[in-house]
């Protein structure tokens, strides 16, 4: 069984960055892709930012140019930069990874943007 651990999540300040990890119990490149997604409370949860695995290139995709996903191989982890951070980026923030039609979730980790 796949195990996802994310970490990093905190209070942080508007105009504030914020890096998370999500740890993964086997090697990535098991994984057809890795995402991150986020769910503020009232609202249904939603894709941040994705990247395939493997492969000779790398695609990756955020909803916004203040997010950027990126993998360490060596370290079966993947990881979410936000800078710029928001009130409205308070959520909690879940790590997925995919091997075809198997989806693996996180626990997720809280971040909250506040002054």
């Known amino acids: 069984q796949v195990q996802l651990e994310e970490s990093g999540g905190g209070l942080v300040q508007p105009g504030g960055s914020l890096t998370l990890s999500c740890a993964a119990s086997?090697?990535?490149?098991?994984?057809?892709?890795m995402a991150w997604y986020r769910q503020a409370p009232g609202k249904q949860r939603e894709l941040v930012a994705i990247t395939n695995v493997g492969g000779r290139l790398t695609n990756s995709y955020s909803v916004t140019g203040r997010f950027t996903i990126s993998i360490d191989s060596a370290q079966n982890t993947v990881y979410l930069q936000m800078t710029s951070l928001e009130p409205e980026d308070t959520a909690v923030y879940y790590c997925?990874?995919?091997?075809?039609?198997?989806?693996?979730w996180g626990q997720g980790t809280q971040v909250t943007v506040s002054s």
């Open positions: 086997e090697n990535i490149f098991n994984f057809n892709d």
């Open positions: 997925r990874a995919r091997i075809l039609t198997d989806n693996y």
